[in-house]
């Protein structure tokens, strides 16, 4: 089923990130810095040109849906959302960024609750995501999202992934 993700949000118009967009996404990703000191990396053009891309094993580009949040044209947040994985009734979270000067304001709290009632209303049933293990930042958002460690880790290479999910 096509994810209706126009209808994510009220506050921002909410696109698919093109190629055109690479410039203005590497600028938010290198105003994240903390994201990526974590995983022992710093935001590259090709790296991100790959995550436009880039998908999990058992899904098709159908599936994944690679998000801008814009108001007034200019990008506010970043979505990396995989539909029917892990399973048919699950939606995986691979990358939620907000720009660095909105956040602490709520704005994410709300864009994620959205995307939640979006998808609930779609027929998912729960949301899975990774962060970084000892990034303390992403961990209290996701908690305070709901997310609940499944038990599960994974090697990440320099890093582990703690995998978290939320029933919905």
């Known amino acids: 089923m096509k994810l209706p993700f126009e209808r994510i949000s009220e506050a921002y118009q909410v696109r698919r990130i093109t190629e055109g967009d ?17 995983m022992h990396e710093t935001p590259e053009l090709e790296t991100l040109r790959g995550d436009l891309t880039k998908l999990p094993p058992r899904t098709t580009p159908e599936d994944k849906y690679f998000l801008g949040y814009y108001q007034e044209g200019r990008l506010c947040a970043a979505l990396d959302l995989i539909t029917r994985y892990p399973a ?8 939620f960024v907000v720009r660095k000067d909105l956040q602490g304001k709520g704005i994410g709290t709300s864009m994620a609750g959205e995307l939640f009632a979006l998808l609930k209303d779609c027929g998912y049933h729960a949301v ?8 303390e930042e992403s961990r209290a958002f996701w908690v305070k999202q709901q997310f609940s460690p499944t038990g599960v880790e994974t090697d990440g290479g320099a890093y582990k992934i703690v995998v978290m999910q939320k029933d919905l």
Not at 22 to 38: K, R, S
Not at 128 to 135: E, H, P, T
């Open 22 to 38: 690479l410039p203005e996404l590497l600028a938010l990703a290198q105003g994240n810095a903390a994201y990526y000191a974590h």
């Open 88 to 95: 048919p009734e699950m939606a995986f979270i691979g990358w």
């Open 128 to 135: 899975r995501l990774g962060y970084v293990k000892g990034n």
